[in-house]
């Protein structure tokens, strides 16, 4: 009961948690997702029903059976703490084990960084790819990855190898990002849970796994806090005008143009 009273600390004025809730509509099946909105796609699920385990090995959504209340919620601790966010010296980073060990299930990954993919190509594994893999790990359904990235990427060797690599039903967006349009400064990538911010473009390392990065801090931010769930809603929603202004141009949204979090 101290992680539940925790986690549920800043949201609003009400002191009671509200149960039995009919939501999601039964039967559970995966096409629950795309009924879903924002709020509801970073919520989380307790549920008494025989198909929650299949929710489960989706990987999309923090659903609990009865008894796994406590073990669910935990994934949205950093480092077994309930903390709303934690700092991490990029400069000692030896691999992208800190996203790997933060991540949690999610149907949609939105990475922010115009200069995500300004390396060679063949950098790509041990930067973007990787980050990928790590943070879409638990997903074993359906999985959408959004780049608002620079005009100059080279889309279909990306879109190709991330495809091969991941071996998942993977769904690849590349917004491109017109020079002025951007407000935020910060690298930033979402999740249904998480939100991580860099103050150097995600790709700190070479070859040889040697931190190249001149970075000096990334964040993660845990949505068991109210205020980051916030912010980060509110950025999923100006990412979302961005996408509403770009529509008329024909080449400045590229690949399969699926997400929950946002719509194309």
């Not at 986690?7 to 039964?26: A, I």
Request: charged share 25%; with cysteine; hydrophobic share 35%.
């Amino acid at each position: 009961m101290t992680l539940l009273k925790t986690l549920t600390r800043n949201r609003g004025n009400s002191n009671e948690l509200v149960w039995d809730e009919t939501f999601p509509p039964r039967p559970l099946n995966a096409n629950v997702y795309d009924t879903m909105n924002s709020e509801q796609l970073t919520s989380i699920y307790f549920l008494s029903d025989p198909s929650v385990n299949d929710m489960v090995q989706h990987g999309c959504l923090l659903f609990a059976k009865e008894g796994d209340e406590i073990k669910t919620l935990s994934q949205l601790l950093i480092e077994e703490e309930a903390i709303p966010s934690r700092p991490y010296s990029i400069r000692t980073m030896t691999d992208w084990k800190v996203l790997e060990d933060n991540a949690t299930p999610c149907t949609d990954i939105i990475i922010v960084d115009r200069y995500i993919f300004s390396q060679p190509d063949i950098l790509y594994p041990f930067n973007s790819y990787k980050i990928i893999e790590h943070l879409g790990r638990f997903n074993h359904h359906e999985l959408n990855v959004i780049i608002f990235t620079d005009k100059d990427t080279p889309f279909k060797t990306i879109n190709s190898q991330l495809k091969n690599l991941l071996c998942k039903r993977l769904n690849l967006t590349f917004v491109i990002i017109p020079d002025g349009k951007l407000k935020e400064h910060d690298r930033t990538i979402i999740t249904n849970y998480k939100m991580f911010d860099s103050g150097d473009s995600f790709k700190y390392f070479n070859d040889k796994g040697e931190n190249q990065s001149h970075g000096r801090w990334l964040h993660v931010n845990s949505f068991g806090d109210k205020n980051v769930r916030d912010l980060s809603l509110q950025c999923i929603k100006d990412l979302q005008a961005l996408i509403n202004d770009r529509k008329n141009g024909l080449s400045s949204i590229i690949g399969d143009k699926k997400s929950l979090l946002l719509k194309f």
